[in-house]
């Protein structure tokens, strides 16, 4: 499966992501747990997403208590 290679912008760590993913795309930095979000393809390319924007109510269980 071919990978394509991006930087974090946070840390400099060098990320293979799958060549389908598309802008928008989240993914997780392995190297400082970043949330990133693909930007733009060819060249690939992340961001970072602001930690307010990750939350998610339908996706939180542990927010229930
Ligand atoms: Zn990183």
Known sequence: MPLEFAVCPVCGQ?????EYVTPGTRVVCVNCE???????????????????ATY??????ESYG
Do not use: I, T, Y
């Open 14 to 18: 060098r990320l293979g992501l799958h």
């Open 34 to 52: 970043s949330n990133l979000q693909v930007e733009a393809r060819r060249p690939l390319r992340l961001k970072l997403v602001p930690l307010e």
């Open 56 to 61: 998610n109510r339908n996706d939180r269980p």
